[in-house]
C-alpha cells in the first residue's frame, strides 16, 4: 500500500516546516524506529521515524525547503515495486511517530 508521509498538525503556532535531512533516497528501506527525516519548525528540530517497515518511494519536498504542516512531504510504501501514482493528495496518511528535540 502506498502511504503519504505528513507531520500532522495541527500544532500550536506552527504552520510550516523546513526539511533539513532525508535520512535516505528514493528505494531505501526504514524498519521501524529508523529515522526518515528531520524537520526545522523555527523552535525546534522535528524527528520523523518509522513506525513500520516501509520503503521510501518519492521524496516531494527537498532537503531546505518549506512545506505546511499537514502537506505531503514524500510518498512511502510497504514494498518496492507499487505504481506510484501522480499525485501524493488521495493516498492514505502513513503511520510515522515523531518527536521534537
Known amino acids: 500500500m502506498l502511504y503519504k508521509l505528513v507531520l500532522p498538525g495541527p500544532i500550536d503556532d506552527l504552520s510550516e516546516v523546513r526539511v533539513l535531512e532525508w535520512h535516505g533516497s528514493t ?20 524527528e520523523m521515524r518509522a513506525s513500520s517497515k516501509t520503503v521510501l518511494r518519492r521524496i516531494l519536498v527537498a532537503a531546505g525547503e518549506w512545506q505546511q504542516v499537514g502537506e505531503p512531504l514524500a510518498i512511502l510504501s510497504d514494498s518496492a515495486d507499487e505504481p506510484l501514482p ?7 496518511q502513513s503511520s510515522v511517530t515523531y518527536e521534537m528535540v
Open 27 to 46: 528505494g531505501t528501506r526504514f524498519n521501524p524506529g529508523d529515522l526518515v527525516v528531520e524537520l526545522d519548525t523555527h523552535k525546534a528540530v522535528v
Open 86 to 92: 501522480d499525485r501524493a493528495e488521495n493516498l492514505a
